[in-house]
């Protein structure tokens, strides 16, 4: 079984703070994503990457960065929280045309 | 981008009813699709993929799903619910192979009731 893990289920971060979200794959998919989940608005694509240093903007981008230095960890970042940025992170890797998620992070910024 | 439009939010429904979630999606070349389900407090399942071949497609749990290009419709259905269906469902496009992003409708939540 395809397993993806996220290293928290439950976070709270205050305004400003760095925040970093990890997401860890173990069946050596080359795609991973991230994505923001609200409600009314379905799943939002933040970032993704197609392989190991490689990434490309999705539809939100903004605010948010990541990191990919090896196949199987792929890390959203923060870099100054806003409460705007309270929501369901999910991340997801892929083969054959079907995206595996995480248990997804939910992350409140006060 | 393609658009996705999941026609219900909120869908209540008895159990041993039937169940139709209605999705729609704007494309004029060839897509996959797929329909995802999220249990509470969980991330989401693949429930089936449409991706070539027959436009019925079954999928886990007794689910299944009829792709109809000229009404570019991928409606699920179920016809008897149990409680464990109570959930949300999310239908999902990608425009082919070489397309590794998916575009998510906002969902349905099923709510089924004894």
């Known amino acids: 079984d395809v397993k993806v893990t996220q290293s928290s289920r439950y976070l709270v971060k205050r305004t400003g703070e760095k925040v970093f979200l990890e997401c860890v794959q173990d069946m050596d998919h080359e795609n991973m994503f991230w994505y923001r989940q609200d409600p009314g608005l379905g799943l939002r694509l933040i970032y993704f990457?197609?392989?190991?240093?490689?990434?490309e903007k999705g539809d939100i981008p903004e605010g948010y960065s990541v990191s990919r230095e090896k196949k199987e960890r792929f890390s959203l970042i923060l870099e100054s929280a806003s409460t705007n940025q309270t929501s369901m992170y999910l991340c997801?890797?892929?083969?054959?045309?079907?995206?595996?998620f995480g248990p997804g992070t939910r992350l409140t910024v006060l | 981008a393609q658009s996705v439009t999941q026609l219900d939010s909120q869908v209540p429904v008895f159990e041993e009813a039937p169940v139709e979630l209605r999705c729609n999606y704007s494309s004029s070349v060839s897509v996959y699709l797929f329909w995802y389900v999220q249990y509470p407090n969980q991330g989401l399942q693949l429930l089936l993929k449409y991706l070539s071949g027959s436009t019925l497609v079954k999928g886990i749990n007794g689910f299944e799903a009829e792709f109809n290009k000229s009404q570019t419709s991928f409606h699920l259905r179920k016809p008897s619910v149990h409680i464990s269906d109570t959930a949300e469902y999310f239908c999902?496009?990608?425009?082919?192979?070489?397309?590794?992003?998916?575009?998510f409708g906002a969902g349905t939540t099923v709510t089924v009731r004894a």
């Open positions: 997801a890797s892929r083969t054959d045309n079907e995206q595996f």
């Open positions: 990457s197609y392989d190991v240093k490689m990434k």
């Open positions: 999902a496009v990608s425009q082919g192979s070489n397309d590794y992003k998916l575009s």
